[in-house]
């Protein structure tokens, strides 16, 4: 996972379930290799850290049922119109503590 490239939910979803830049999604990589992909401890742990805001993007697109590109790009929208803007780091932190998304579909 780029740590460099993706700055927004709607890249990190992009990454993650179709590619970027020529390279195989992280889905897919890590269903073919597992966690055996993440060279080190510091990819795992910011590949963990970035699977939180993929897991919430497929939480709620089951629950809203909707397309999981729609809510990353509601995800986008909420950190580019919140009070202070949000990055892709504070979104994990504000997921993580459950402090609750108010996005609507």
């Known amino acids: 996972m780029s740590r460099t490239t993706i700055s927004t939910v709607t890249d990190l979803w992009r990454e993650y379930s179709v590619?970027?830049?020529?390279?195989?999604?992280?889905?897919?990589?890590?269903?073919?290799?597992?966690?055996?992909?993440?060279?080190?401890?510091?990819?795992?742990?910011?590949?963990?850290?970035?699977m939180i805001v993929v897991k919430e993007i497929k939480q709620l697109a089951?629950?809203?049922?909707?397309?999981?590109?729609?809510?990353?790009?509601?995800?986008?929208?909420?950190?580019?119109?919140?009070?202070?803007?949000?990055s892709l780091s504070r979104l994990q932190d504000i997921i993580k503590s459950n402090a609750g998304l108010d996005l609507q579909f």
């Open 62 to 86: 089951l629950e809203y049922t909707v397309r999981e590109v729609d809510v990353a790009a509601r995800l986008d929208e909420f950190c580019r119109t919140s009070s202070e803007k949000i």
């Open 19 to 50: 590619g970027i830049g020529g390279r195989p999604s992280v889905q897919s990589q890590y269903e073919v290799k597992g966690r055996s992909w993440a060279k080190n401890d510091s990819e795992r742990k910011h590949y963990q850290r970035r």
